[in-house]
C-alpha cells in the first residue's frame, strides 16, 4: 500500500465525495479514482458504495478505517522521530484527556517533564473517556488520560498506569442552609436541588449510587459539562453540587464554596490512569515520557 492512497481513503470518507476530496487534496478526479481502485485490489474488497454522486463507505472500509489512519498516525511520527536525530532532541507527544485532568492535573505533569526536556511540544485534545479511549485506538493521539471509579483499567489492549486518586465532595455557598444544619445527612442533600455533572460519563451513575444505597432519589435542577459551570452556579447559594476535591481548592480558600460535612457520607474516589497500546513501538520522546510518568509518585487528594 502507497500512503497517498491511505490519505486519499481517508478523504473520500471524510467528504463522502470523489470530487471533493480531489478538489481538497488538488488531485484530478480521475488519480483519486484511480488510486483507490489500486487499493482496492490490493486489499481484495470494495472501500466505497458508488452510487452517481453519493459516496458511502462499506463495512470493510470502517473495518479498514482505523488501521490507515495508525499507520498514516506511525508515519507521520516517525518523520519526526528521523528529524529529531538530524536537528537534535525536539519531540511531540499528543494527548487526549478528560477535562479534569486538563485542568488540576495535566499542568503540573507537563511542567515537570519539560524540565529537563524543554524543545517538547504537546498537542492536546479534551474529551471524555470513551472518546478519548478511542482516539488512542485509532491512532489519532499516542495517549490518552482517563477518569475512572476503579483503578484498573481492564482492556488488554492497552497498558495503563495510576496517576492519581482524589475523593469526591458535596458542596455548597457557605451561605447555603445547610450549613446552619448541626448534622446534615444524605436524606437532607437528596431533598436539595442538585447540579448534575458527568453525566455522559460513569461519574454521575457512581453519584445516584450513593443515594440510591440509602433508598434515596437525588434532586436534579441543573446539568453541565463544565466543571468551571458548576462551581459558578453553586456560589449563587440555592444550589449544591458534588467534585472532585482538586477542583475545589481556590473556591474553599476564597470562600466562595465550602465542603458540606455530611455525617452518612463516605467520599466516592475517582482514579486517573494513563493509557497507550500495547502494540504502539515507542520511540525517543514517547518513551521518555511513559518512563516519566512511572517514576511518579501516585497523587492521593
Request: charged share 25%; hydrophobic share 40%; glycine share 4%.
Amino acid at each position: 500500500m502507497e500512503f497517498d492512497e491511505l490519505d486519499i481513503f481517508i478523504m473520500i470518507s471524510k467528504y463522502k465525495s470523489f470530487s471533493a476530496a480531489a478538489r481538497h487534496m488538488y488531485l484530478s478526479q480521475a488519480t483519486i479514482s484511480t488510486k483507490i481502485k489500486n487499493l482496492e485490489h490490493k486489499l481484495g474488497v470494495p472501500l466505497f458504495y458508488r452510487n452517481n454522486s453519493i459516496v458511502s463507505i462499506t463495512e470493510a472500509g470502517s473495518a479498514f478505517m482505523p488501521y490507515a489512519q495508525q499507520m498514516l498516525s506511525l508515519k507521520k511520527e516517525s518523520e519526526t522521530h528521523m528529524d529529531d536525530f538530524k536537528h537534535g532532541s525536539r519531540g511531540r507527544i499528543s494527548l487526549a484527556a478528560s477535562h479534569t485532568i486538563c485542568d488540576w492535573v495535566l499542568p503540573d505533569i507537563i511542567r515537570k517533564f519539560r524540565k529537563d526536556s524543554k524543545n517538547i511540544d504537546f498537542v492536546l485534545h479534551t474529551s471524555f473517556t470513551n472518546d478519548t479511549i478511542d482516539k488512542v485506538l485509532s491512532g489519532e493521539v499516542q495517549f490518552g488520560l482517563i477518569r475512572m471509579p476503579h483503578a484498573h483499567f481492564s482492556d488488554d489492549r492497552f497498558y495503563s498506569k495510576l496517576l492519581e486518586v482524589d475523593k469526591t465532595f458535596f458542596f455548597a455557598h457557605p451561605n447555603h442552609a445547610l450549613f446552619h444544619i448541626k448534622e446534615p445527612t444524605m436524606r437532607r442533600i437528596a431533598k436539595e436541588l442538585l447540579i448534575v455533572y458527568g453525566a455522559p460519563t460513569s461519574y454521575w451513575p457512581q453519584i445516584k449510587n450513593v443515594f440510591e444505597m440509602q433508598g434515596l432519589v437525588p434532586n436534579p435542577a441543573l446539568e453541565f459539562n463544565d466543571i468551571h459551570a458548576v462551581k459558578l452556579y453553586a456560589q449563587l447559594s440555592s444550589y449544591i453540587g458534588y467534585l472532585p476535591e482538586l477542583t475545589l481548592q481556590h473556591e474553599i480558600r476564597q470562600h466562595t464554596l465550602k465542603i458540606i460535612p455530611l455525617k452518612d457520607y463516605v467520599p466516592i474516589k475517582r482514579y486517573s490512569l494513563l493509557i497507550y497500546l500495547k502494540d504502539r513501538y515507542l520511540t525517543g520522546i514517547s518513551k521518555d515520557f511513559v518512563d516519566f510518568i512511572n517514576s511518579l509518585d501516585i497523587l492521593d487528594w
